[in-house]
């Protein structure tokens, strides 16, 4: 790029360009411009569309190659389409370039956000594969992470390992070179040295680096450089002989015919794109007539370059004025030099991808004829359900994508259900807790008549274990798919069962007090709780809670959600509570009532009794509370299906408390030790 000093008292000049023609690019936008007219002449490809084209010199510079990305990005000079003709008036569909990967990261990072599709021949730094980064990046020249690894294992194939290393000072050599030492250090291969330098750097820097590969010890230079910036290079180091050295070089430069010029580069050796044959390119590239010349500002400057004349009055004067006898075809020259179509071929590509996107776009088949409708519009972000597509769409909320994220897949579902190991297991312990609650009611009836059973309230004891049996079997309704009536049932039987349960306790509790009461001189105050009360307690209790679970179910019941929030690559089904109040209220009723249980309980324990129940409905409660305490936060951080398992947890567990800490002691002694099991034992108070 021309430099210009600002003196702030002028508009600045537009960047422009300025040195010599490089007629090895100038033949890469020929190469696009004879397969844009190859596409406009086909019958196949976009038939009856014809695509138009703008083409600008970037000078490989970073400041010109963002200057035509913003001119892009606010679309052309309306003024140069004048004909109705054309459908997208001023708009850019794509961008076919740049060469170089810096300026291409520029542009991209500028027509990215415009979902404007840029498809590059020549960037090759890895960099440039970060969709997130670059989302409307594409190129038909692999990603320089397999040539690095390649230049690594084909330094060690010939066994160099010590070596020099050169790159150019930007995102094409910088990335290439990092990859490349990353590749050599676990190949074994040691670096002398690793220097930077760029073409616009001063002289010195430049000549620095030739005199680091003069001293060295290492006589293989492995160069990730562009074409521009060796081309410095080594005009500098065949100022001064140098001992011979082994260049290995990367594909930007290794197979470009002007470097043949120097001697020490005629042996390098590294990896080129493949060579393929365009046909009729060679033909398209030397049909220069005099008009299409003079009417190309560019190919002017070429053409007397190449011929060292001057076309009409536009040439400086020390040149002799073109008379016709020039012949292109005699021309030794990278432009016409079609023997080896590596890069030009990757352009000749690029034109055709972004044709064969438009016309998938616009164009449809039908009975075996192509219809295009040149007057379609289309988004730019629109070029498909393939890997890489510029724009993704995301799948529905309750579908996945696969492996490729080329296709929606529907999430699975997830529950807790009798067909995996924890919900059998809980499950069985479920049912194992109703029948040890039966065996225990079949125990107590069996031997109803003896003291045991007779002095702890035979009545409350079997409605107890009748509440537990209904206990173990709610946390069934917790298992399997949630639905609308599961999901009711559920919370509230579980609410009226374990209030139920603590009624009975409570029961049990007020009647150890008011028998001690009772046996005090001229108390009558069990007359005030005998079993008609106790009943009436139990009924009242449980009748409180069979109205909050009523309101809760009116105003707001649970009920079945997929939760999508929680996994984003499953659905889990469960019961929403409705209300949350009213999910609380429910657990805080019944831990009202086994809080009140367990201060009666703590009030009756040592009253003297050799069956007094207090002690043991104290131990139960402090279980009960311990474990729907830690059930809070467990259950507030437990996610998905295990929710419902810690649910079940709570439940199981406190039911076992119960029934455990109440009645596995009287069941022992009746069944084991029977001499405990009289009245006399019963009566005597001062026994332990």
């Given at each position: 790029?021309?430099?210009?000093?600002?003196?702030?008292?002028?508009?600045?000049?537009?960047?422009?360009?300025?040195?010599?023609?490089?007629?090895?690019?100038?033949?890469?936008?020929?190469?696009?411009?004879?397969?844009?007219?190859?596409?406009?002449?086909?019958?196949?490809?976009?038939?009856?569309?014809?695509?138009?084209?703008?083409?600008?010199?970037?000078?490989?510079?970073?400041?010109?190659?963002?200057?035509?990305?913003?001119?892009?990005?606010?679309?052309?000079?309306?003024?140069?389409?004048?004909?109705?003709?054309?459908?997208?008036?001023?708009?850019?569909?794509?961008?076919?370039?740049?060469?170089?990967?810096?300026?291409?990261?520029?542009?991209?990072?500028?027509?990215?956000?415009?979902?404007?599709?840029?498809?590059?021949?020549?960037?090759?730094?890895?960099?440039?594969?970060?969709?997130?980064?670059?989302?409307?990046?594409?190129?038909?020249?692999?990603?320089?992470?397999?040539?690095?690894?390649?230049?690594?294992?084909?330094?060690?194939?010939?066994?160099?390992?010590?070596?020099?290393?050169?790159?150019?000072?930007?995102?094409?050599?910088?990335?290439?070179?990092?990859?490349?030492?990353?590749?050599?250090?676990?190949?074994?291969?040691?670096?002398?040295?690793?220097?930077?330098?760029?073409?616009?750097?001063?002289?010195?820097?430049?000549?620095?680096?030739?005199?680091?590969?003069?001293?060295?010890?290492?006589?293989?230079?492995?160069?990730?450089?562009?074409?521009?910036?060796?081309?410095?290079?080594?005009?500098?180091?065949?100022?001064?002989?140098?001992?011979?050295?082994?260049?290995?070089?990367?594909?930007?430069?290794?197979?470009?015919?002007?470097?043949?010029?120097?001697?020490?580069?005629?042996?390098?050796?590294?990896?080129?794109?493949?060579?393929?044959?365009?046909?009729?390119?060679?033909?398209?590239?030397?049909?220069?007539?005099?008009?299409?010349?003079?009417?190309?500002?560019?190919?002017?400057?070429?053409?007397?370059?190449?011929?060292?004349?001057?076309?009409?009055?536009?040439?400086?004067?020390?040149?002799?004025?073109?008379?016709?006898?020039?012949?292109?075809?005699?021309?030794?020259?990278?432009?016409?030099?079609?023997?080896?179509?590596?890069?030009?071929?990757?352009?000749?590509?690029?034109?055709?991808?972004?044709?064969?996107?438009?016309?998938?776009?616009?164009?449809?088949?039908?009975?075996?004829?192509?219809?295009?409708?040149?007057?379609?519009?289309?988004?730019?972000?629109?070029?498909?359900?393939?890997?890489?597509?510029?724009?993704?769409?995301?799948?529905?909320?309750?579908?996945?994508?696969?492996?490729?994220?080329?296709?929606?897949?529907?999430?699975?579902?997830?529950?807790?259900?009798?067909?995996?190991?924890?919900?059998?297991?809980?499950?069985?312990?479920?049912?194992?807790?109703?029948?040890?609650?039966?065996?225990?009611?079949?125990?107590?009836?069996?031997?109803r008549t003896s003291p045991i059973v007779r002095a702890n309230n035979s009545e409350l004891s079997f409605l107890l274990l009748f509440s537990?049996?209904?206990?173990?079997?709610?946390?069934?309704?917790?298992?399997?798919?949630?639905?609308?009536?599961?999901?009711?049932?559920?919370?509230?039987?579980?609410?009226?069962?374990?209030?139920?349960?603590?009624?009975?306790?409570?029961?049990?509790?007020?009647?150890?007090?008011?028998?001690?009461?009772?046996?005090?001189?001229?108390?009558?105050?069990?007359?005030?709780?005998?079993?008609?009360?106790?009943?009436?307690?139990?009924?009242?209790?449980?009748?409180?809670?069979?109205?909050?679970?009523?309101?809760?179910?009116?105003?707001?019941?649970?009920?079945?959600?997929?939760?999508?929030?929680?996994?984003?690559?499953?659905?889990?089904?469960?019961?929403?509570?409705?209300?949350?109040?009213?999910?609380?209220?429910?657990?805080?009723?019944?831990?009202?009532?086994?809080?009140?249980?367990?201060?009666?309980?703590?009030?009756?324990?040592?009253?003297?009794?050799?069956?007094?129940?207090?002690?043991?409905?104290?131990?139960?409660?402090?279980?009960?509370?311990?474990?729907?305490?830690?059930?809070?936060?467990?259950?507030?951080?437990?996610?998905?299906?295990?929710?419902?398992?810690?649910?079940?947890?709570?439940?199981?567990?406190?039911?076992?408390?119960?029934?455990?800490?109440?009645?596995?002691?009287?069941?022992?002694?009746?069944?084991?030790?029977?001499?405990?099991?009289?009245?006399?034992?019963?009566?005597?108070?001062?026994?332990?």
């Amino acid at each position: 790029m021309h430099t210009v000093k600002h003196n702030y008292t002028t508009m600045p000049e537009p960047p422009r360009c300025t040195g010599s023609i490089n007629t090895r690019e100038l033949r890469f936008s020929r190469a696009m411009i004879f397969a844009i007219e190859e596409i406009n002449n086909s019958t196949e490809l976009l038939p009856g569309i014809k695509l138009g084209y703008q083409i600008y010199d970037s000078c490989a510079s970073v400041p010109v190659a963002v200057h035509v990305a913003f001119q892009l990005s606010n679309g052309l000079d309306p003024v140069f389409y004048t004909s109705d003709n054309c459908s997208q008036s001023g708009m850019v569909m794509a961008v076919v370039g740049e060469s170089g990967s810096t300026p291409s990261i520029s542009m991209s990072r500028i027509t990215g956000p415009f979902k404007i599709p840029q498809v590059s021949h020549f960037a090759t730094c890895a960099c440039l594969s970060n969709k997130q980064q670059y989302p409307s990046f594409f190129r038909t020249i692999p990603s320089d992470q397999f040539q690095a690894d390649a230049l690594a294992k084909l330094v060690k194939h010939f066994g160099w390992t010590w070596i020099g290393a050169v790159r150019s000072d930007s995102d094409y050599g910088n990335n290439g070179m990092a990859s490349f030492l990353d590749a050599a250090h676990r190949e074994g291969i040691c670096v002398e040295y690793s220097e930077s330098f760029y073409r616009t750097h001063p002289r010195s820097r430049i000549q620095r680096v030739a005199d680091v590969i003069r001293r060295s010890t290492a006589m293989v230079v492995v160069a990730f450089a562009a074409f521009g910036d060796l081309r410095l290079l080594l005009e500098e180091l065949s100022l001064e002989p140098s001992p011979p050295r082994q260049w290995i070089g990367s594909e930007d430069w290794v197979t470009d015919t002007e470097l043949l010029k120097f001697s020490f580069c005629a042996g390098a050796i590294g990896f080129g794109i493949e060579r393929s044959v365009i046909p009729g390119l060679r033909d398209f590239l030397l049909d220069l007539s005099p008009s299409k010349v003079a009417a190309s500002p560019v190919l002017t400057e070429f053409w007397e370059d190449a011929f060292n004349c001057r076309l009409g009055k536009s040439a400086v004067t020390d040149k002799s004025v073109c008379d016709g006898t020039e012949d292109i075809k005699m021309l030794q020259s990278p432009y016409t030099d079609t023997s080896q179509l590596r890069i030009t071929n990757m352009v000749y590509k690029a034109v055709y991808a972004i044709a064969h996107a438009i016309h998938k776009a616009v164009c449809q088949e039908t009975n075996s004829t192509t219809q295009c409708d040149a007057f379609t519009r289309i988004e730019s972000k629109e070029l498909s359900l393939t890997t890489d597509s510029p724009d993704c769409f995301p799948c529905p909320k309750e579908f996945w994508p696969n492996a490729e994220r080329d296709t929606c897949l529907p999430k699975p579902v997830e529950f807790l259900s009798y067909n995996e190991v924890l919900g059998i297991i809980l499950a069985a312990v479920s049912v194992g807790g109703a029948c040890l609650a039966i065996i225990t009611a079949a125990v107590f009836y069996r031997h109803r008549t003896s003291p045991i059973v007779r002095a702890n309230n035979s009545e409350l004891s079997f409605l107890l274990l009748f509440s537990l049996t209904l206990c173990f079997l709610c946390s069934l309704t917790f298992i399997g798919a949630p639905s609308a009536w599961s999901c009711m049932l559920r919370h509230t039987a579980f609410g009226i069962t374990f209030v139920l349960c603590m009624s009975c306790v409570l029961g049990k509790t007020i009647v150890v007090l008011m028998a001690f009461k009772a046996t005090l001189p001229g108390s009558n105050v069990m007359k005030w709780f005998g079993p008609p009360q106790q009943r009436m307690t139990v009924v009242s209790f449980t009748l409180i809670q069979v109205l909050i679970c009523t309101i809760w179910l009116v105003l707001s019941p649970p009920f079945p959600m997929k939760n999508l929030t929680i996994y984003k690559e499953r659905i889990i089904l469960e019961c929403a509570l409705g209300s949350a109040i009213g999910f609380w209220a429910v657990l805080g009723y019944i831990g009202l009532l086994a809080v009140f249980c367990f201060v009666l309980a703590v009030l009756a324990r040592k009253l003297p009794d050799n069956f007094n129940e207090a002690k043991l409905i104290t131990f139960s409660m402090l279980i009960f509370c311990a474990v729907w305490i830690t059930f809070i936060p467990a259950y507030l951080s437990s996610p998905g299906k295990f929710t419902v398992a810690v649910e079940i947890f709570a439940i199981l567990a406190s039911s076992f408390g119960l029934i455990l800490c109440i009645f596995a002691p009287k069941c022992f002694i009746i069944l084991f030790k029977p001499e405990k099991n009289t009245k006399k034992h019963l009566m005597n108070k001062n026994q332990s």
